[in-house]
C-alpha cells in the first residue's frame, strides 16, 4: 500500500471560519508526493523544478497555473530558485462560492484542464492581490474572512481573464516567449531547430534564448530535455511500451544514448525506474 504525506487544514487555516489562506514560497524546496483536505492554486512566480501531479511529470516555470483539488497527489522535485504562491481554499465552504465556482475549473475536470500557462509579465500584475489577500487571510473575524473572499474571487477572475487574452494582444517578447513554449510542447518526439523556428517566426535567436533564460533559469535545451525525460518517465510507469519505443516517442533516435542521459538525470537506467513503479504496484 502506497504511504502518500497528508496535509490536513487545520495546520494552515488559523480558525474554523477561515476558507482561504496563503502559504508564499520564496524558495520552494524539494517535497514528497502528499495530498491535502483542501484545495489549492499554484502560481509558479519564478525559477523551475520537476512537479509530479498523479501519474504525470513535467516541468514547471515562471507562468504555469495549477489547480489542485484534494484527491490529487502531487510533489516536487529537481528544484531551482522556484518561487511559488500557494493559495489554499476551501471550496464547499466558500461563502462567495455561487460566484467564485464560475471561474474556477470544475470539479471533475481533468489535470490537463487545471493547469496552463499565463505570460509571465502578469504575475507582476497578480503579486499585490496576493499580497492584501496574505495579510486578510491570517485574521479570524467575519468581515476579513468575507474581505479575503472578495479579494480571492478578484484572483480567480484576473486568472480566468488573462488565460483568455489573445496572443496578439501580449507584449511582443511574452508573445514570442509563449510560441516557443507551445512550438517545444509540440517537439517532445521531433527534433526541434532553434535556427529554423527563429527564422520562421522572424525572431531574434539570441534575444529569445535571453529571454527563456532569464524567466526560467533553464536554457532552451535543457527545458526541452527536461519535457522529454518527464514525457519517458510518464510512459515508463503508465505503459507497456519497449525502451527504444519510448526512447523514440520521447525524440531519442540512439535508445542506448536515451538510457545514459536518462541514467545521469535520474541516478537510475529506464528499466530500473519502471521496475521500481512495477513493484509498487504489485505491493498495493
Same mark, same amino acid.
Given at each position: 500500500?502506497?504511504?502518500?504525506? #497528508? ?10 471560519? &477561515? ?25 509558479? *512566480? ?16 515562471? =507562468?504555469?497555473?495549477?489547480?489542485? &483539488?484534494?484527491?490529487?497527489?502531487? =510533489?516536487?522535485?529537481? @528544484?531551482? &530558485?522556484? /518561487? ?34 499565463? %505570460?509571465? +509579465? ?40 488573462? !488565460? ?25 518526439? *521531433? ?5 529554423? $523556428? *527563429?527564422?520562421? &517566426? ?7 534564448? #535571453?529571454?527563456?533564460? +532569464?524567466?526560467? =533559469? ?9 519535457? #522529454?525525460? *518527464? ?10 511500451? +519497449?525502451? +527504444? ?5 520521447? =525524440?531519442?533516435?540512439?535508445? %542506448?544514448?536515451?538510457?545514459? @542521459? $536518462? ?10 525506474? #519502471?521496475?521500481?513503479? !512495477?513493484?509498487?504496484? %504489485?505491493? /498495493?
Amino acid at each position: 500500500m502506497n504511504k502518500y504525506l #497528508r496535509l490536513y487544514k487545520q495546520d494552515y487555516f488559523i480558525s474554523e471560519i &477561515n476558507t482561504v489562506t496563503v502559504e508564499k514560497r520564496d524558495h520552494q524546496q524539494i517535497f514528497p508526493l502528499h495530498n491535502h483536505d483542501f484545495h489549492e492554486i499554484v502560481i509558479v *512566480c519564478s525559477g523551475n523544478g520537476l512537479h509530479h501531479w498523479n501519474d504525470y511529470i513535467y516541468p514547471i516555470t515562471s =507562468g504555469d497555473i495549477l489547480y489542485i &483539488n484534494p484527491k490529487d497527489i502531487h =510533489g516536487y522535485e529537481s @528544484v531551482t &530558485n522556484l /518561487k511559488l504562491f500557494n493559495i489554499l481554499y476551501l471550496r464547499e465552504a466558500l461563502f462567495l462560492s455561487a460566484i467564485i465556482e464560475k471561474y474556477l475549473p470544475k470539479l471533475n475536470a481533468k489535470h490537463t484542464e487545471r493547469v496552463w500557462r499565463i %505570460n509571465p +509579465s502578469f504575475i507582476k500584475q497578480l503579486s499585490p492581490l496576493v499580497d492584501q489577500l496574505t495579510i486578510e487571510s491570517q485574521k479570524n473575524n467575519l468581515a476579513s474572512v468575507h474581505l479575503a473572499e472578495t479579494l480571492f474571487l478578484q484572483l480567480v477572475i484576473l486568472l480566468d481573464r488573462i !488565460k483568455q487574452v489573445p496572443n496578439e494582444q501580449s507584449p511582443t517578447a511574452t508573445h514570442q516567449l509563449d510560441l516557443l513554449f507551445t512550438t517545444l510542447h509540440n517537439s517532445l518526439s *521531433c527534433s526541434f531547430n532553434l535556427e529554423m $523556428f *527563429c527564422k520562421q &517566426n522572424h525572431i531574434a535567436e539570441r534575444s529569445i534564448s #535571453r529571454l527563456f533564460k +532569464s524567466q526560467t =533559469g533553464m536554457t532552451i535545451n535543457q527545458y526541452l530535455q527536461k519535457r #522529454r525525460l *518527464c514525457n519517458a518517465m510518464s510512459l515508463l510507469r503508465n505503459t507497456q511500451y +519497449s525502451i +527504444s519505443m519510448i526512447s523514440s516517442e520521447c =525524440g531519442y533516435d540512439d535508445s %542506448n544514448y536515451f538510457s545514459v @542521459v $536518462f541514467k545521469k538525470e535520474t541516478q537510475q537506467t529506464p528499466s530500473q525506474y #519502471r521496475a521500481k513503479f !512495477k513493484d509498487k504496484s %504489485n505491493r /498495493k
